[in-house]
């Protein structure tokens, strides 16, 4: 065996045996599976044994979840950690969600390329570019300004020239490119807020958060006629929805 190919043998099995250490192995393109691209396996990982394993199958989400560089989307400290099953802290005392609530709430909404979304709590953009990868048009509101510029360069960086930020409070929703197909909020209010309820098109799906601090249930939504069909889903634990005063909704 010649030297070159022995170290690519030592890096492949490095990069299977690196789950959690912060080992960028160069290549960093996510979608070409024939080269070992930038946390590849652990990516791999994460949606066998943290999404499929807990009954999301479907290839568009999931092709998603394998496509979209968490890494990318977390402090630098946070790097080996990426792809853990947890929430980890992005700043300004938000956190990133764990992988399966966001896997969750982006199959429980059921999307087609051609839907318009809107996402409230931009946070670090993840759940944005998941969005983006999926559908053609994407809205994402964050109230905390530098968060939501941080997210806005990185999720250009990226590409997503689908996905439009807004600074602001999402608790108003996004009136200028109303109706939407679909809506996912990623902090929590106590009730849901009506100006969200009215930007929802027809046969449109919401999926939020309601509750108080820290005790919360994820609700679907579904706009039929002047009516929204309510299923509680799952209890959850997000950060609460707050407007630019800091003050809970
Ligand atoms: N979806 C994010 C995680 C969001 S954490 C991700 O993928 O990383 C919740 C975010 O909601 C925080 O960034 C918080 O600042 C934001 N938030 C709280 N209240 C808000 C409001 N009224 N409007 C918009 N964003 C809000």
């Not at 700043?91 to 429980?108: C, L």
């Not at 998941?130 to 905390?144: K, M, P």
Request: charged letters at 25%.
């Amino acid at each position: 065996m010649s030297k070159p190919k022995t170290v690519v043998c030592i890096c492949q099995l490095l990069i299977g045996l690196t789950i959690h250490m912060g080992c960028n192995m160069g290549n960093t393109n996510a979608s070409d599976n024939t080269t070992p691209s930038s946390y590849f396996s652990e990516r791999k990982r994460m949606v066998e044994y943290q999404i499929r394993a807990r009954g999301i199958d479907d290839k568009k989400v999931v092709d998603a979840f394998l496509r979209v560089e968490r890494h990318r989307f977390v402090p630098d400290r946070y790097i080996p950690h990426a792809y853990e099953d947890r929430p980890l802290p992005i700043g300004e005392g938000q956190t990133i969600s764990q992988p399966y609530i966001v896997a969750y709430m982006t199959h429980v909404l059921s999307l087609s390329r051609s839907d318009k979304v809107l996402e409230i709590g931009t946070g670090s953009g993840y759940q944005a570019a998941i969005l983006g990868e999926l559908c053609d048009h994407v809205f994402t509101v964050e109230v905390i300004p530098s968060l939501g510029r941080k997210a806005e360069g990185l999720l250009n960086e990226l590409g997503y020239e689908n996905v439009k930020v807004k600074i602001g409070d999402g608790y108003e929703g996004w009136e200028e490119y109303a109706p939407y197909d679909a809506v996912i909020v990623t902090c929590a209010p106590t009730h849901v807020p009506e100006p969200l309820k009215k930007q929802l098109k027809e046969g449109g799906r919401m999926i939020i958060p309601v509750g108080e601090a820290y005790d919360q249930t994820l609700v679907l939504l579904r706009r039929i006629g002047d009516r929204l069909k309510e299923e509680r889903r799952l209890p959850v634990r997000f950060v609460p929805m707050v407007n630019e005063t800091g003050k809970t909704y």
